[in-house]
C-alpha cells in the first residue's frame, strides 16, 4: 500500500496533538509523520514582538524540536528555515520577502517554500534534487501583493534552491545559500 501521510502544525498545549497522532496511529499504524517549520514576520510587522524574522524563526525553530522530541515525528518539512536562508543571502528585501509582513511574498518567496517541500518530500523518494530545477516563474502579474513581488529568474532561483537544500540537511540553523 501506499505511505500515508500526516503533516502537523501546532504545539500541545490543549493535548490535541497527541490525540490527533493516537488517532493517526490507530487507523494508519504505519504512518510517516511530518511536521513543519513555518516562515517568521517581516522584522516591521506589528504583531512581531521580536521585531526580528530571525529572533521569530528561532522561537518557532526551538518549538518544532520540542514537538519533535516529544513525539514520534518522523521528519520535518524546514520551509521556514529555508526561507531564513533566502533573507540572509543579498536576496532579502526591506520587507523580509513577504508580501505584507506576514505570508510569503509572491514568486522568489513561495518558490524557496515549494522548493524545499520538493527537497524534504520528494527527492528523498527519487534521488532528483531541486538544484538546477529549470522551473522559473514571473510574478510581475502579482497585483494583489502590499508589496513587490519578485520574479524568478535565471539570476535567483539557484540560490533560492540551494536556501531549500541547506534547510532540510540543516533544519535549525540559519545558513546563507550564496
Known amino acids: 500500500t501506499a505511505p500515508y ?17 493516537n488517532t493517526i496511529k490507530k487507523h494508519q499504524p504505519n504512518a510517516t509523520i511530518g ?24 522561537l518557532i525553530c526551538e518549538a518544532v ?6 513525539y514520534k515525528i518522523d ?14 543571502s543579498s536576496l532579502n528585501n526591506e520587507y523580509d520577502l513577504t508580501r505584507d509582513g506576514t505570508h510569503c511574498g509572491y514568486g522568489l ?3 524557496t517554500a515549494a522548493c524545499c517541500y520538493y527537497e524534504a518530500l520528494i527527492a528523498p523518494r527519487t534521488g532528483i534534487s531541486v538544484l538546477g530545477n529549470s ?17 524568478v529568474t535565471e539570476n ?3 540560490i533560492a534552491q540551494q536556501a531549500a537544500v541547506l534547510a532540510v540537511q540543516n533544519p535549525y540553523k540559519c545558513i546563507n545559500p550564496e
Open 75 to 88: 521528519f520535518i518539512i524546514p520551509y521556514g528555515t529555508a526561507v531564513e536562508n533566502l533573507r540572509a
Open 156 to 158: 535567483n532561483a539557484r
Open 109 to 111: 518567496c513561495r518558490y
Open 35 to 58: 511536521f513543519y517549520i513555518i516562515h517568521s514576520y517581516w522584522d516591521e510587522y506589528e504583531n512581531n514582538k521580536e521585531q526580528s524574522s530571525y529572533g521569530r524563526w528561532k
Open 5 to 21: 501521510y500526516a503533516m502537523l502544525a501546532g504545539d500541545n498545549s490543549d493535548g490535541s496533538l497527541e490525540e490527533l497522532l
Open 135 to 151: 522551473v522559473r516563474y514571473d510574478a510581475s502579474h502579482m497585483t494583489s501583493s502590499i508589496y513587490p513581488a519578485i520574479s
Open 65 to 70: 524540536q520540542r514537538v519533535q522530541s516529544n
